[in-house]
Nanobody
Framework: QVQLVESGGGLVQAGGPLRLSCAAS????????MGWFRQAPGKEREFVAA????????HYADSVKGRFTMSRDNAKDTVDLQMNSLKPADTAVYYC???????????????????WGRGTQVTVSS
């Protein structure tokens, strides 16, 4: 079993930065694809970013491309999401997710991830 705990959420003004972290425990996630998803009130959970096992490849939703950067540290079993130029539309609960050897064709699909954190709230004020 893998346990995921997100941190770093909070209230930020539009245009500002915020950095989210996700710490994994239970077993090493070095062979897991890691993803970030978000869910705003009244909306479905949506893909934000995902990163390959090695960290060499990262994929982003069009809505965050150029503003968000995902990274991982396999020695520490952590992943981060650096969010810059935040917009009120980025307001949501952000979830960290993991799946063992997930094929790249599935990385944007929430239902393909086996492990989830409880989420951290990000609120961007205008």
């Amino acid at each position: 079993q893998v346990q995921l705990v997100e941190s770093g959420g909070g209230l930020v003004q539009a245009g500002g930065p915020l950095r989210l972290s996700c710490a994994a425990s239970g077993r090493s996630v070095s062979n897991y694809v890691m993803g970030w998803f978000r869910q705003a009130p009244g909306k479905e959970r949506e893909f934000v970013a995902a990163i390959s096992y090695s960290g060499a490849d990262a994929h982003y939703a069009d809505s965050v491309k150029g503003r968000f950067t995902m990274s991982r540290d396999n020695a520490k079993d952590t992943v981060d999401l650096q969010m810059n130029s935040l917009k009120p539309a980025d307001t949501a609960v952000y979830y960290c997710a993991a799946d063992y050897l997930l094929a790249s064709v599935y990385i944007r699909m929430a239902d393909k991830y086996d492990y989830w954190g409880r989420g951290t709230q990000v609120t961007v004020s205008s």
